[in-house]
């Protein structure tokens, strides 16, 4: 049976259970993820271990084993830039297809107050997901590296 936990300031995880999303993440993200430390940074936004606005982390357990993974990050704005930006998501690669990317979405939707931005590459399969969530691409995002 698969339980859902949420995460935050007031309720975080222990270092192990930290670390155990940052390796999840890491490994199930595949192409789209990032560096161990940008995972350890936005988790460390999230719970307020750094100065942020907040957010909270959403982990699936079926027992001992941890089938998916997402964190959110309040932006401390609202209007055109929404309140929370859904950072990282991903569901254990073995277990793909049996409904974990909607039931994640879900609890993000229930957690949080505000619109919900989140950046997705254009052939990333999850795209779908989303758009039945009721995302959409109004913009076309640039970025300068510096």
């Known amino acids: 049976m698969i339980q859902t936990n949420i995460f935050n300031k007031k ?15 890491f490994e199930h993200l595949e192409q789209y ?10 988790i460390a936004y999230a719970l307020e271990n750094r100065a942020s606005f907040g957010g909270f982390i959403v982990a699936l357990m079926d027992n001992e084993t941890l089938k ?20 990282y998501i991903a569901t254990h ?12 979405m ?3 939707i229930e957690n949080t107050e505000g619109d919900i931005a989140l950046h997705v590459e254009a052939n990333n399969s999850a795209k779908f997901l989303y758009e039945k969530f009721g995302f959409t691409n109004p913009y076309l995002e640039m970025r300068l590296k510096k």
Request: contains cysteine; glycine residues 16%.
């Open 33 to 42: 993820g990032d560096p161990k430390q940008d995972i350890e940074k936005c």
């Open 11 to 25: 309720t975080p995880p222990s270092d192990q259970q930290k670390k155990l999303f940052i390796d999840f993440l």
């Open 93 to 104: 690669n073995g277990y793909r297809g049996e409904g974990l990317g909607k039931k994640i």
């Open 68 to 87: 998916g993974v997402a964190i959110v990050n309040k932006t401390g704005m609202g209007g055109y830039i929404p309140e929370n930006i859904l950072v």
């Open 106 to 108: 879900h609890e993000i």
